[in-house]
Nanobody, 126 residues
Framework: VQLVESGGGLVQAGGSLRLSCAAS????????IGWFRQAPGKEREGVSC????????YDADSVKGRFTISRDNAKNTVYLQMNSLKPEDTAVYYC????????????????????WGQGTQVTVSS
């Protein structure tokens, strides 16, 4: 099982990045996929989640209207489009897979998720 994040980097405040999460080794369509982040000295927090099937999405209040999660089941990939980035978005971003494929409305730390990627660093300068 592998989840591999990519697309992180350094961007100025107000800029955009698109993160990708490429999955392999499990039946991608059977899992919800979430994005989480952890800043230095802070607890991991949920950012966005997308179910399988209908592709319903859930976003943390801190990113609503700025971040968009989407999935391409044909490519076993989930994306996180991040716009209007702020310095407080600086963190390591992780994707994770959850079975059964239902996102929790309160994203939390993601302790219930089954598989995790290694993370990608996002740094937003002011």
């Amino acid at each position: 099982v592998q989840l591999v994040e990519s697309g992180g980097g350094l961007v100025q405040a107000g800029g955009s990045l698109r993160l990708s999460c490429a999955a392999s080794g499990f039946t991608f369509d059977d899992y919800a996929i979430g994005w989480f982040r952890q800043a230095p000295g802070k607890e991991r927090e949920g950012v966005s989640c997308i179910t399988s099937g209908d592709g319903d999405t859930y976003d943390a209040d801190s990113v609503k209207g700025r971040f968009t999660i989407s999935r391409d089941n044909a490519k076993n990939t989930v994306y996180l489009q991040m716009n209007s980035l702020k310095p407080e978005d600086t963190a390591v971003y992780y994707c994770a897979a959850l079975f059964p494929p239902v996102c929790h409305t309160i994203l939390g730390r993601g302790d219930e998720y089954d598989y995790w990627g290694q993370g990608t660093q996002v740094t937003v300068s002011s």
